[in-house]
């Protein structure tokens, strides 16, 4: 689809021929002849580009691009001027307008400038949906009273300069709340870099935060920036900082303290500006108490604490939850949603979830692949959580072995498990009566048949 382009010039004959010309070029062009009709336009049917004259009558055009920046913030606007000055074309920036160009107009100029705009808004709308795209895999989700708890703090907390630690158990979603502290702070424009402490081994951590010079050890083939240079002008997310041994805390500390640090074999002192926010799921009061956390470093961390909740003491946002997961990975696997019905449903919601939200994160992944029809059974949802569901709901002895943990070959050969097992329960629920149980799984008795036959499900009527 090529790009739409809009003009407006009180100048009937500049209309004309940068109309033409535009045109040519293979894009669909419009004209105004005043600010008021652009502005119309814009009501109707926003373009990706406009070239707007400086000097018209009733309203002029940096007026008008005022008032289509309000309405279209995101308007990609070239302004252009026969009486310019350094001055109209500064204030013409400032509200917004991506170039400005004097007459008389080169129309070689013009298409030239108007490619390089509509690159720049193409990039710009790429970005603006990648960083929607990327919100939206972060974005906290629920309305229980302790969710909307959480979103005070954070909102509160995240204007200031203030450091935050972040406490909950495994699986909470701390990272979220650091990535939405990051997002409602002035350093929002700035990177956000998460460093699992846990998982960098002491030896290469201080290297990992610091950066290392070019041969200051082993293996140190070129100069490295640490996290701490990474991050600057943003925020550094030290996650699982209670696993950090008790000499890289010292690091960190001072880090903490001076804004500034020296890279592993080097002497020059590095100076970031960086908001530093930290998580645990260790009660560091304790380890304080057994010597392996320092004090002073949690006073500096522990500014503004905040605690993530257990999925378990906010059941209510399970719906909402189980839902947000599967569009996210219908998106990025291409496949289409699935419907949960009400019993299971009541199965997750009746779970404790011992792995809180990542473990419903990848259950859903699960079952999205694994469930062959459109809609998830609350048979299917209690055999994937193995009969560890509490409540009215019970889980099926068959569940036992929790087919959705096991390792098979291929997707397909982890379908075929699942359908069998699946078929074996309803004959048996059925007592082997083949047409029940075609009625049961709305399928075709013929259907039941070949499936059967196919997936070699064993037939042992009850006698």
Same mark, same amino acid.
């Given at each position: 689809?090529?790009?739409?382009?809009?003009?407006?010039?009180?100048?009937?004959?500049?209309?004309?021929?940068?109309?033409?010309?535009?045109?040519?070029?293979?894009?669909?062009?419009?004209?105004?002849?005043?600010?008021?009709?652009?502005?119309?336009?814009?009501?109707?049917?926003?373009?990706?580009?406009?070239?707007?004259?400086?000097?018209?009558?009733?309203?002029?055009?940096?007026?008008?691009?005022?008032?289509?920046?309000?309405?279209?913030?995101?308007?990609?606007?070239?302004?252009?001027?026969?009486?310019?000055?350094?001055?109209?074309?500064?204030?013409?920036?400032?509200?917004?307008?991506?170039?400005?160009?004097?007459?008389?107009?080169?129309?070689?100029?013009?298409?030239?400038?108007?490619?390089?705009?509509?690159?720049?808004?193409?990039?710009?709308?790429?970005?603006?949906?990648?960083?929607?795209?990327?919100?939206?895999?972060?974005?906290?989700?629920?309305?229980?009273?302790?969710?909307?708890?959480?979103?005070?703090?954070?909102?509160?907390?995240?204007?200031?300069?203030?450091?935050?630690?972040?406490?909950?158990?495994?699986?909470? /979603?701390?990272?979220?709340?650091?990535?939405?502290?990051?997002?409602?702070?002035?350093?929002?424009?700035?990177?956000?870099?998460?460093?699992?402490?846990?998982?960098?081994?002491?030896?290469?951590?201080?290297?990992?935060?610091?950066?290392?010079?070019?041969?200051?050890?082993?293996?140190?083939?070129?100069?490295?920036?640490?996290?701490?240079?990474?991050?600057?002008?943003?925020?550094?997310?030290?996650?699982?900082?209670?696993?950090?041994?008790?000499?890289?805390?010292?690091?960190?500390?001072?880090?903490?303290?001076?804004?500034?640090?020296?890279?592993?074999?080097?002497?020059?002192?590095?100076?970031?500006?960086?908001?530093?926010?930290?998580?645990?799921?260790?009660?560091?009061?304790?380890?304080?108490?057994?010597?392996?956390?320092?004090?002073?470093?949690?006073?500096?961390?522990?500014?503004?604490?905040?605690?993530?909740?257990?999925?378990?003491?906010?059941?209510?946002?399970?719906?909402?939850?189980?839902?947000?997961?599967?569009?996210?990975?219908?998106?990025?696997? /291409?496949?289409?949603?699935?419907?949960?019905?009400?019993?299971?449903?009541?199965?997750?919601?009746?779970?404790?979830?011992? /792995?809180?939200?990542?473990?419903?994160?990848?259950?859903?992944?699960?079952?999205?692949?694994?469930?062959?029809?459109?809609?998830?059974?609350?048979?299917?949802?209690?055999?994937?959580?193995?009969?560890?569901?509490?409540?009215?709901?019970?889980?099926?002895?068959?569940?036992?072995?929790?087919?959705?943990?096991?390792?098979?070959?291929?997707?397909?050969?982890?379908?075929?498990?699942?359908?069998?097992?699946?078929?074996?329960?309803?004959?048996?629920?059925?007592?082997?009566?083949?047409?029940?149980?075609?009625?049961?799984?709305?399928?075709?008795?013929?259907?039941?048949?070949?499936?059967?036959?196919?997936?070699?499900?064993?037939?042992?009527?009850?006698?």
């Amino acid at each position: 689809m090529s790009a739409s382009i809009l003009i407006v010039d009180d100048e009937e004959a500049i209309r004309t021929s940068l109309r033409s010309i535009l045109e040519d070029e293979g894009y669909e062009v419009a004209v105004a002849g005043t600010g008021l009709e652009a502005l119309k336009i814009y009501g109707t049917d926003p373009p990706d580009l406009m070239i707007l004259d400086i000097w018209m009558p009733e309203m002029d055009g940096l007026e008008t691009l005022r008032r289509v920046k309000e309405f279209v913030p995101t308007t990609q606007v070239m302004m252009i001027s026969g009486h310019g000055s350094i001055e109209t074309a500064v204030k013409a920036i400032k509200l917004g307008a991506y170039d400005y160009i004097e007459k008389p107009l080169s129309l070689e100029n013009v298409t030239f400038r108007v490619k390089q705009a509509l690159e720049q808004y193409r990039l710009a709308q790429e970005n603006r949906a990648l960083r929607s795209k990327v919100e939206r895999k972060f974005e906290l989700v629920g309305q229980s009273p302790v969710m909307q708890r959480l979103r005070e703090l954070i909102e509160t907390a995240g204007p200031t300069n203030s450091r935050v630690l972040i406490g909950g158990e495994n699986g909470t /979603g701390k990272e979220l709340v650091a990535r939405a502290i990051h997002l409602h702070s002035t350093r929002s424009e700035h990177p956000f870099v998460a460093v699992n402490c846990a998982a960098i081994p002491e030896t290469l951590i201080e290297s990992e935060l610091f950066g290392h010079e070019k041969g200051s050890f082993t293996g140190a083939i070129s100069m490295k920036r640490g996290q701490f240079e990474q991050a600057n002008g943003g925020t550094l997310f030290l996650d699982e900082i209670g696993d950090m041994s008790l000499s890289t805390q010292a690091k960190v500390l001072r880090a903490l303290q001076e804004q500034q640090f020296t890279r592993v074999g080097g002497t020059k002192l590095m100076k970031v500006d960086v908001r530093v926010l930290a998580a645990s799921n260790k009660d560091l009061e304790k380890e304080i108490g057994k010597g392996q956390f320092r004090e002073d470093l949690y006073y500096r961390l522990n500014v503004v604490p905040i605690v993530v909740p257990p999925l378990r003491e906010r059941r209510e946002d399970i719906p909402a939850l189980v839902q947000h997961f599967m569009k996210l990975h219908a998106e990025e696997q /291409g496949l289409r949603m699935k419907d949960v019905s009400l019993e299971a449903m009541g199965v997750f919601q009746q779970y404790d979830w011992p /792995g809180n939200i990542r473990e419903l994160r990848n259950l859903i992944e699960r079952l999205m692949i694994m469930v062959p029809g459109f809609t998830i059974e609350a048979a299917q949802a209690t055999l994937s959580l193995q009969g560890r569901t509490t409540g009215a709901v019970s889980a099926s002895p068959s569940a036992a072995p929790l087919l959705l943990n096991k390792s098979y070959d291929s997707l397909r050969d982890a379908r075929n498990a699942f359908e069998k097992d699946y078929i074996s329960r309803k004959l048996r629920e059925h007592h082997w009566n083949i047409s029940r149980t075609a009625d049961d799984l709305k399928i075709e008795r013929s259907h039941l048949h070949r499936k059967i036959k196919l997936l070699d499900v064993e037939m042992r009527p009850e006698g």
